[in-house]
């Protein structure tokens, strides 16, 4: 089920919503869904979960702004095509085609179902709006409106629930706020196998904070005892990742690397990978850094 757009005011009577009947059924649904899906609500006045349903389903479709439409048949009054869909009880939803009905459901249901409905028969907007938003949810993002990013990512969602840039953007919007556990929550939408720069850099982060010790100040401590004490500097680093810190945790990798390139088995460098990753490879931490780490490496 697709929610598209901008939410515009209830719509009246003859707009994306009417009360249909057996007699107007033809023109109300069948012909229209010939141009549009429409989606038939079959309820009856007496129905407390028609109740429920109804309200969430008006609000689906005036969401979608017009690219679906909702009928609204009474099957106490209208028991003719009622009867011809063996409706056997309400309320069930029927969503009509090319004239034919395709899908449905019966049953109330929660306003996330009803929207994935809906979603389901608009499919995704055309790539050049996306691609649009994308570099808009971009731009928010590098500039540092975060809040804007995540209302551009969070739009797109809603146009593809699947769109896997969106998934790792609005999951760094999350991480870049300290919400871990809602990223978390964003970044498990996305299948185990896809890949993306943003997604990467998600999982990365989450990563850094699942392992991360929650204090610096012990680290932090035993560093001003001994500038030397390598495990310190390298939890501390942990510390700082988990928090978002990622520029002092390189710097603390980094300084781990010159002083002892391979020291535990190389360690200082791999997290300082991770680093980048959480970063983003293009990130001015990953550059700078990668800069830093070449001049250890190659003096």
Known sequence: MTLIGETPAPAAEGGYIKDGSDASFMADVIEASKTQPVI?????????PCRQLT?????????????????KIDVDKNPGFAGQLRVQSIPTV????????????QG?????????????????????????????????FDSGDIGGAAQDYAQILQMDHTNVKAIGGLARCYIAGGDMEQAAEIVAQAPADAKDSDLD???????LAEAAPSETTPFEQRLAADP???????????????????????????TIIERDRTWNDEAARKQLLTVFEAAGLASDIAKQGRRRLS???FS
Not at 40 to 48: E, H, K, L, P, R
Not at 230 to 239: K, P, Q, S, V
């Open 201 to 207: 850099a998600a999982r990365a982060a989450l990563a």
């Open 295 to 297: 001049a250890i490496l």
């Open 55 to 71: 309200p969430t389903l008006e609000k689906a479709v005036n969401a979608a702004g017009g690219a679906v439409r909702l009928v």
């Open 94 to 105: 029927y969503a009509f085609v090319d004239g034919q009905p395709v899908t449905g459901f």
């Open 108 to 140: 109330a249901q929660p306003e996330s179902q009803v929207k994935q409905f809906i979603d389901s028969l608009l499919g995704p907007p055309p790539g050049n709006e996306l691609d649009a938003l994308l570099a808009q949810a971009r731009e928010a």
């Open 40 to 48: 038939v609500d079959f309820w009856a006045t007496w129905c407390g």
């Open 228 to 254: 030397d004490d390598h495990d310190a500097r390298f939890e501390l680093a942990g510390a700082l990742a988990g928090q978002g810190r990622l520029d002092a945790a390189a710097d603390h990798l980094l």
